[in-house]
């Protein structure tokens, strides 16, 4: 130790102290700014409003959208990981664990299939939580997921759900999202004419008569199956019935069929489409069987039989519209 | 100059009492007569204003100056007015302290020194107001949307802060220089009231404010869309916003004693005689001393706040601790890091001040073997596996991997050691100048020495066993553990000392003695909290992501990302740099009151 008076009378020469002191700060400044800039840079992105072509809209582009939802704007990897924070849904089968979820004696909730759990999990966490993450009766640290901040619109929460059904190679029930309103609201938009479909099948999708009809591949049962149609209906019915829904009404379905097609297809579309309806005969029911055999095809004139299977057919089409409103 | 400032006794003391009553009224039940104030203003306004849901925002509801960024702007502006308010919230609270201490001892150094520390603060005043003042009007300028909804939610809260500023004034000025006026007896009493008063008004001040912080983390007081449904009480109260306060309070003690540490550092290295440099000295060690005292239960208000942030949203804390923002407690590691082995390193060399620390030097080296030892394995992202590259493969902003590093077990240890070993610094220094003279030193040697080897080996059991063979909730669960042990380390050690040093003979210590290198510790204090500070701001900021008001208003500007790390630091570089800047301007007015040009005749007086 040099002794004090020394170092008090040499005014430790060189540099000023206000500069030796100022360069020691300013040297540590720079230090923690570049261990800061030697880290990996990256950016927290807002999550984009994803725009999607609902008409266009297949059951594969449907999962793929669930499952970047579910890694991106939705957030769910930030909890559903490894890490033991929520169960590690990417690994799990989510198909048999939402059955066992729904046999489990603690389950008060109301969903009958994997699909209203998945809903039911996403919309109302609270109502069962998974054991090992917090007790029955208290609120889920799951987010509600149509809420702030993460507010998936309907259209995206089925498709989580499409694929949290299709992950481990199920079969997704979430019908796919109709357009007819966005459709509406883009030709509004747009002062082009809307390009004609180019075949039957797509004048279906993009007018969403999959939403709500078992034709092509969908499941739906809002309205009457139309894969055997043909035999049912005559040409001019088929016709009738699409420009003007509400003249015969099915029987046992809710009148709820758009009536604004007339305005929105073009001839040669609904020209299609009925041909195309009007050849989905019964005998063709080969396509149908292979396709889903659970669903019973062959009582195909006893419609009534579809509406107990049809829960609430109001809401499903009221949470569409609601969606496109956004 | 006093009788300039001379005051009228009867008069003052009449009015000086009605200040002191005031105050109590105030400190005591502002919560509510805020509330009540308020509130009742609210009903009348009610009546005619129709309340608006929060607003949706659009390109029309930002503005820029010039090509700048807002967001830049005011991150820059809004820092700046932070690191000043938390040193001048910060001197004042200290100051009386050290004040009453003076009075207790009647040792005219503390009072002294409490007078210096109160004129670095006083510049600085002005200087928050000012760029208070900024920061709002570039708020109302760039956010003109986003500020209505504020000022719709908090309403006449914000004249009330007003007021307060103008009551904090008055005392502040009342408060610094009435301090030779009201020095001795009785008047003493008065003035040390002021500074209660001040001090009460200050916080007050703080908390105010902290309460639209904690709003837009986590609103509270209005519904989903925004509307205001509860009173201003409710839209304070929010969960956040008590372990705020807690932890912005004890910060900025530890903020505003690492600053004027540095300026003591620096007036001791530019001293030209012993008794200066004596005084410096002492100055600095007890700023010093304030700065890592308040520093040490810092982290234990940050588990408060990140358990509530965790109790709020799950999403938000796991954004803040396990999400893109990670890494950022890298740097913090670093920073605080740097706070502990620079409190330590000044500790140890403050120890040559006093010959009876050579009963424990011995021991200095292994403490600093621990210290670096743990700094580096706190440093180490050993855990974090995930290149940028790989974050943005597995979808961006969100990704699970990165979970790892949120439990940590292995820098649970680290810190805790870290903490202790400092405890241990400061132990050892407190010792140094005392010969313990009570019956049982022995055993109260024995006895801590005990408790230091039992804490030190649970610190590292449960990290061990529980951090690597466990689930996530033991883990969670053996860090509580830990700082618990860290903890009873601490208050032991505080107890046991202060039963042991009754009677203790008093060793000689020479103020001043101490190398110049050690003194440098004390400017590398307050560089590494006010970064630390500037980056806490930016995971505080940026865990909210892309709302305004999370949940409430969505951020629809073009800034609604977070920044990555590299910007971020470049921002808070920016900042502490303009502080430091100000800082040097503060203490240059400082010093000039000080320099008296020479009587031509008589050599200066300095």
């Known amino acids: 130790m040099e002794t004090m008076q020394d170092e008090i009378i040499k005014e430790s020469g060189g540099l000023p102290i206000i500069v030796k002191v100022l360069s020691f700060m300013l040297f540590m400044i720079l230090v923690f700014t570049g261990i800061a800039n030697l880290l990996p840079q990256v950016e927290g992105q807002a999550p984009k409003d994803i725009k999607v072509d609902l008409g266009a809209l297949t059951m594969e582009s449907y999962i793929a959208m669930g499952e970047s939802i579910f890694k991106g704007k939705g957030t769910c990897t930030l909890c559903h990981n490894n890490m033991g924070r929520a169960p590690d849904i990417p690994v799990m089968d989510m198909e048999a664990t939402a059955l066992e979820r729904l046999k489990d004696p603690q389950y008060k909730g109301t969903a009958k299939d994997s699909e209203s759990y998945f809903r039911e999990s996403m919309i109302e966490p609270s109502k069962f939580i998974v054991a090992g993450f917090g007790k029955q009766g208290e609120t889920s640290t799951m987010p509600i997921i149509d809420k702030a901040p993460i507010e998936l619109t309907e259209v995206e929460m089925g498709a989580v759900i499409a694929y949290l059904q299709a992950k481990d190679g199920g079969q997704p029930t979430v019908e796919l999202p109709t357009d007819a309103p966005a459709v509406a609201e883009k030709s509004a938009a747009s002062a082009e004419p809307p390009k004609p479909a180019e075949t039957a099948e797509a004048v279906l999708t993009k007018n969403g008569c999959t939403a709500c009809h078992a034709v092509l591949d969908s499941p739906a049962t809002i309205g009457p199956e139309l894969k055997t149609i043909g035999s049912r209906l005559s040409k001019e019915e088929i016709r009738e019935s699409i420009i003007n829904p509400s003249a015969v009404i099915a029987e046992g379905f809710p009148p709820i069929m758009p009536p604004d097609f007339a305005n929105k297809m073009i001839v040669k579309e609904l020209e299609m489409v009925v041909d195309f309806l009007y050849q989905s005969k019964a005998v063709d029911s080969k396509n149908s069987e292979t396709k889903e055999p659970e669903k019973e095809v062959s009582n195909e004139n006893d419609t009534p039989k579809h509406t107990e299977t049809v829960p609430e057919p109001e809401t499903d089409t009221e949470s569409n519209t609601e969606q496109k409103g956004e | ?606």
């Not at chain 2, 050290?98 to 005219?108: A, F, L, R, S």
């Not at chain 2, 030209?272 to 208000?301: C, E, K």
């Not at chain 2, 509530?308 to 890494?327: H, P």
């Not at chain 2, 949120?406 to 405890?423: C, D, E, R, S």
């Open chain 2, 1 to 606: 100059m006093f009788t300039y400032i001379k005051l009228r006794s009867p008069l003052m003391s009449v009015f000086l009492l009605l200040v002191v009553f005031s105050s109590l009224t105030l400190t005591t039940e502002l919560a509510w007569s805020a509330d009540t104030i308020i509130e009742t203003a609210e009903q009348a306004a009610d009546a005619t204003i129709e309340k608006k849901a929060a607003p949706r925002m659009g390109p029309s509801d930002y503005r820029q100056i010039g090509s700048v960024s807002s967001r830049a702007f005011v991150w820059v502006v809004a820092q700046l007015h932070l690191f000043l308010a938390a040193f001048v919230l910060a001197v004042p609270l200290f100051v009386t302290v050290i004040e009453w201490i003076g009075v207790k001892t009647g040792d005219q150094r503390y009072d002294d020194m409490a007078h210096e520390f109160m004129k670095v603060s006083m510049t600085a005043y002005s200087l928050t107001a000012l760029f208070g003042g900024t920061l709002a009007f570039s708020l109302f300028l760039l956010y003109p949307t986003f500020m209505a909804y504020m000022m719709e939610v908090f309403g006449n809260q914000v004249m009330v802060y007003a007021l307060l500023f103008f009551l904090e004034s008055g005392v502040l000025y009342i408060y610094y220089y009435s301090w030779y006026a009201l020095r001795y007896g009785n008047k003493k009493y008065v003035h040390l009231s002021l500074g209660v008063l001040l001090n009460g008004v200050g916080t007050t001040l703080l908390f105010v404010a902290n309460a639209w912080a904690t709003f837009m983390m986590a609103p509270s007081g209005v519904d989903e869309a925004g509307v205001v449904t509860g009173g201003i009480w409710d839209i304070m109260r929010g969960p956040l916003w008590n372990p705020l306060n807690l932890h912005r309070f004890v910060a900025n003690i530890a903020f505003g004693g690492a600053v004027v540490g540095a300026y003591a550092g620096y007036k001791m290295l530019s001293a030209r005689t012993m008794a200066q440099r004596a005084h410096y000295d002492w100055m600095g060690y007890t700023s010093n001393f304030i700065a890592v005292l308040a520093f040490l239960p810092l982290p234990f208000a940050g588990y408060w706040l990140m358990a509530e942030i965790y109790a709020y949203s799950q999403q938000m804390g796991i954004t803040a601790m396990g999400g893109i923002l990670a890494w950022l407690f890298i740097v913090q590691a670093v920073l605080i890091g740097t706070i502990l082995l620079a409190a330590n390193y000044y500790l140890w060399n403050g120890m040559s001040r006093c010959e009876g620390s050579k009963r424990y030097t011995w021991l200095i080296k292994y403490i600093a073997v621990t210290l670096v030892g743990s700094f580096l394995i706190w440093v180490t992202p050993h855990t974090l596996i995930l290149s940028a590259k790989e974050i943005a493969d597995l979808g961006g902003s969100h990704h699970p991997l990165l979970g790892p590093f949120g439990i940590m077990p292995a820098k649970n240890i680290a810190v805790n050691l870290m903490l202790i070993g400092t405890f241990l610094s400061f132990q050892l220094y407190r010792r140094s100048d005392k010969e313990i003279t009570v019956a049982w030193a022995g055993f109260g040697n024995a006895l801590m020495a005990a408790i230091y080897l039992v804490a030190i080996a649970n610190v590292i059991f449960l990290g061990v066993y529980y951090g690597y063979y466990t689930n996530t909730v033991y883990k969670v669960g053996s860090s509580v553990a830990q700082v618990m042990s860290t903890l009873i380390v601490i208050i032991a050690g505080v107890t046991i000392d202060t039963m042991m040093f009754k009677g203790a003979k008093n060793l000689p210590v020479t103020w001043g003695k101490i190398s110049n290198r050690g003194v440098y510790a004390l400017f590398a204090l307050p560089i590494a909290f006010t970064w630390l500070m500037a980056l806490m701001g930016y995971v505080r900021s940026s865990v909210r992501t892309h709302w305004h008001v999370y949940t409430v208003i969505k951020d629809n500007s073009t800034d609604n990302f977070i920044p990555n790390i590299g910007y971020a630091a470049n921002m808070m570089t920016v900042a502490t740099v303009a502080f430091l800047i100000l800082i040097l301007f503060i203490f240059w007015v400082a010093s000039l009151s000080e320099t008296r040009q020479a009587v031509p005749v008589q050599k200066s007086e300095q």
